[in-house]
């Protein structure tokens, strides 16, 4: 059994975004310090650190003496390069570690592992030409989704492509980049399933979330009893389980998976660290993302994933910030089934994550109705 890291340790996180903002917050609730270490200054997780370190992923002189301030480093932010993550691991645990950003960094890989593991993903190839392009996709059916292979969140560096396109001046766009083509997957749902697991191996994993997205952004998630089949249920938690033992995975880590028409879970991605999907367990949930992420690192002992209320969560884009600044708050503060949660970002752009909002009700369907008409009132 490896040693409990326990409160009043050190923390480190790499990334200074809302997750590591939430997760210093949670770590702090259990009375750790939290360091922060990125490229940027006045970060969301910053503010409510104790010390940011504000130096490049790759500044291994800063990474050092980060290494020596910190008990345990985890992450709230996959891109940061493997080599970064192997020196801290020299100095401290790494959790998760270096194998397991390099199977989420790359999609080509990414697809590979999970292939490797059994797991069923939609049909891919990696393309170099145009040539490439077109047979792979008229083999995939006519219709995909063409991805540069690194570096993409939130729908960035992709686009759906069909047989009939343009392909020549699509594939341009794309030159110079390792780039992968799915076959498009005809799904009838989108969801996630968060897991954690510490370095013992105790494995545990909230139940599936239901995921809607606008524009390639997730807009609103749900978590309730009603939504999935036991089935469902059942092949969710087997795909997380397998993915992060296989991996050897330690800390959190969401799978996003697609439900087909006929009720086959397929893998889109992996997500090692806590997810905006869950971010509702915070107020739906007996021990929520953040803290397990805690737990799981520390080797503590890993907490309930039980639903307390049937909930829906609702992001808030910087689209819903008006020229004039920030939106009026007093329907979202006043109206009791609400949870606000901003995450201190000054500079409002669309497309950027500010905050969101959580609703607890009787039923998710009842919680999504408050949470659309409260955020469709700022
Ligand atoms: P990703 O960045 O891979 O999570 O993709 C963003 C969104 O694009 C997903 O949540 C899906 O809605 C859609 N998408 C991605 N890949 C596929 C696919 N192979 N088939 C159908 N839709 C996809």
Request: charged content about 25%; hydrophobic content about 40%; aromatic content about 6%.
């Amino acid at each position: 059994m490896l040693k409990q890291i326990l409160p009043g340790a050190t923390l480190g996180v790499l990334g200074s975004g809302q997750l590591g903002r939430m997760f210093a917050i949670e770590a702090r609730r259990l009375g750790y310090n939290v360091h922060v270490f990125s490229p940027d200054e006045k970060t969301p997780t910053g503010a409510v650190a104790d010390r940011e370190w504000s130096a490049a992923y790759d500044d291994f002189d800063a990474l050092d003496q980060f290494a020596k301030s910190v008990d345990v480093v985890t992450l709230e932010f996959e891109n940061v390069s493997t080599a970064a993550l192997e020196r801290l691991e020299k100095q401290v645990p790494v959790r998760p570690g270096p194998q397991v950003l390099e199977a989420a960094q790359n999609r080509l890989k990414e697809k590979r592992a999970m292939a490797s593991f059994g797991l069923p993903t939609a049909p891919f190839a990696a393309i170099n030409d145009l040539k490439q392009l077109k047979e792979k996709l008229t083999e995939f059916g006519g219709k995909g989704i063409l991805k540069t292979a690194s570096w993409g969140y939130d729908g960035k560096g992709q686009q759906t492509v069909n047989s009939e396109d343009d392909l020549a001046t699509v594939w341009e766009s794309y030159e110079g980049q390792e780039t992968i083509l799915e076959g498009f997957v005809d799904f009838a749902r989108e969801l996630s399933i968060i897991g954690i697991r510490d370095a013992n191996g105790n494995f545990d994993c909230f139940d599936p979330i239901l995921n809607v997205h606008a524009n390639h952004i997730l807009d609103v998630s749900l978590a309730g009893p009603e939504l999935f089949s036991m089935n469902i249920i059942k092949r969710a938690k087997e795909i997380i389980r397998t993915i992060m033992e296989s991996l050897n995975a330690v800390g959190v880590l969401c799978v996003e998976l697609f439900q087909t028409g006929s009720d086959e879970l397929v893998v889109n991605e992996i997500a090692p660290r806590p997810h905006n999907s869950g971010h509702l367990t915070i107020d739906a949930h007996y021990c929520c993302q953040f803290a397990q992420q805690v737990r799981a690192i520390c080797n503590l002992p890993l907490g309930s994933t039980k639903l307390r209320q049937p909930a829906a969560m609702a992001n808030l884009l910087g689209d819903v910030w008006s020229a004039d600044g920030t939106p009026d708050w007093s329907q979202a503060l006043s109206t009791p089934e609400i949870r606000l949660h901003l995450y201190g970002k000054d500079e409002a752009k669309p497309g950027r994550k500010m905050g969101h909002m959580t609703a607890l009700s009787s039923s998710c369907q009842e919680a999504e109705e408050i949470v659309r008409s409260v955020r469709d009132s700022l």
